[in-house]
């Protein structure tokens, strides 16, 4: 079982920026793809960004965060970030860390089988 803390949530005004943590603990993880995805008030959890565990050099991201947020991870230190820049008002919302066994980086929230319990990020204008 693998476990998941994440942290780095907070207040941040639009156009800002904000790093997320994901502390990854538990069985060997190695063969794992991690997600992050968030949930804004009254709407359905949506996929933000994937990346594979091993090597790190496979990365895939929801088309409204292209090129403003960046998914990476730290061996060393068990942890996959999310780095996020030019934060507008939508990006408002509960920012989960998730793993899924294997190496797929899927948009599908029901393949992950690990969750975090949820940080959140609020834009303001």
């Known amino acids: 079982q693998v476990q998941l803390v994440e942290s780095g949530g907070g207040l941040v005004q639009a156009g800002g920026s904000l790093r997320l943590s994901c502390a990854v603990s538990g069985r060997s993880f190695s063969n794992y793809a991690m997600g992050w995805f968030r949930q804004a008030p009254g709407k359905e959890r949506e996929f933000v960004a994937a990346?594979?565990?091993?090597?790190?050099?496979?990365?895939r991201y929801a088309d409204s965060v292209k090129g403003r947020f960046t998914i990476f991870r730290e061996n060393t230190k068990n942890t996959v970030y999310l780095q996020m820049t030019s934060l507008k008002l939508e990006d408002t919302a509960i920012y989960f860390c998730?793993?899924?066994?294997?190496?797929?980086?899927?948009?599908?929230?029901?393949?992950?089988?690990?969750w975090g319990q949820g940080t959140q990020v609020t834009v303001t204008s």
């Open positions: 990346i594979n565990w091993w090597s790190g050099d496979r990365t």
């Open positions: 998730a793993a899924r066994l294997g190496s797929d980086l899927s948009v599908r929230e029901d393949e992950y089988g690990n």
